[in-house]
């Protein structure tokens, strides 16, 4: 690009930012209130917190950090709203015990289900999809109780030092200023680029252009678009990725925080907020890696 080009793009790259800077600072916000859960549309136009629904919101977002999925949380507040209070245990331990054999997740199955002796077992789902059975052994859901506690006490025995690692670590490893610099960046760089298409195209209808040269500058503008838009995704991705993860950490080291004795009983919620996943080795080695990535053999 020539020096006067540049020059050209730059102030209407200014001129572009400042337009959407305008418009937030105008608090110009257009939001589908009837679908929008957790606000209202107040007197002025503007938003004005549910209280009601942001109690349901902010436990959506609680036990979606917890690493839930979408169903089970749809399954829980359900179960809340008839007047349940839980859902069953059954999905506590789906997606989070790991065959160490192949990889894989175990899965339930329900062993002597009409008789007194019932009780929920979990084992590797490899093993019946017909292929060569792993060596690993099936665990019931008591064992991996008590050896979740088992694990989860060790962990706590060390909170001190797992809040010194995390507050050594967390601006290198989840620091977003750099990512959220160069996204700025490529907004702008998208802007220009757009502003200058749209230049390129009004000329070519005001003027009698060179076609072929005309087509090049085009695709030339188009590739250079294209690319800051596939940066641009991959650079918020990685923005959200650092912040979910910096979020679901911090929380992991608060929970430890907060608790002043052992755990002597199970809970979900210990559960869900503490462990990522159970690898099972043998039934003599059961490793529990923690949401902080530590591991601990219960
Ligand atoms: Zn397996």
């Not at 109780?145 to 025995?157: D, V």
């Amino acid at each position: 690009m020539s020096s006067l080009a540049q020059e050209e793009s730059r102030s209407i790259s200014e001129n572009c930012t400042w337009g959407q800077r305008k418009r937030f600072a105008d608090g110009k916000v257009t939001v589908p209130f009837k679908r929008f859960l957790g606000y209202d549309r107040g007197e002025d136009g503007n938003l004005v917190i549910n209280e009601e629904q942001a109690e349901t919101v902010r436990r959506i977002y609680g036990l979606f950090l917890q690493g839930r999925s979408p169903h089970a949380i749809a399954k829980l507040l359900t179960a809340r709203h008839s007047g349940k209070n839980r859902a069953g245990s059954m999905g506590v331990f789906s997606g989070r015990i790991k065959c160490a054999d192949c990889g894989g997740w175990y899965g339930s199955k329900v062993w002597h289900s009409n008789s007194k002796y019932r009780k929920t077992i979990w084992q590797c789902n490899h093993k019946f999809d017909g292929g060569e059975k792993c060596g690993t052994p099936h665990l019931d859901e008591e064992t991996i109780k008590q050896l979740f506690l088992k694990a989860a006490n060790a962990i706590f025995a060390e909170k001190d030092g797992v809040r010194e690692d995390y507050d050594s670590i967390k601006d290198t490893l989840f620091g977003t200023a750099e990512l959220e610099t160069e996204r700025l960046r490529l907004q702008e760089e998208m802007n220009v680029v757009e502003e200058l298409i749209e230049q390129c195209v009004a000329e070519n209808a005001r003027v009698a252009l060179d076609q072929t040269e005309y087509q090049k500058k085009y695709d030339g503008l188009a590739g250079r678009f294209n690319r800051a838009k596939g940066r641009l995704s991959e650079v918020s991705q990685a923005i959200t990725e650092r912040q979910a993860k910096r979020e679901k950490i911090g929380r992991f080291v608060s929970a430890l925080e907060k608790r002043d004795g052992p755990l002597t009983e199970f809970n979900e919620d210990d559960w869900y907020s503490l462990v990522e996943y159970a690898t099972v080795y043998s039934r003599e080695d059961i490793r529990f890696t923690f949401k902080n990535g530590m591991e601990i053999k219960a």
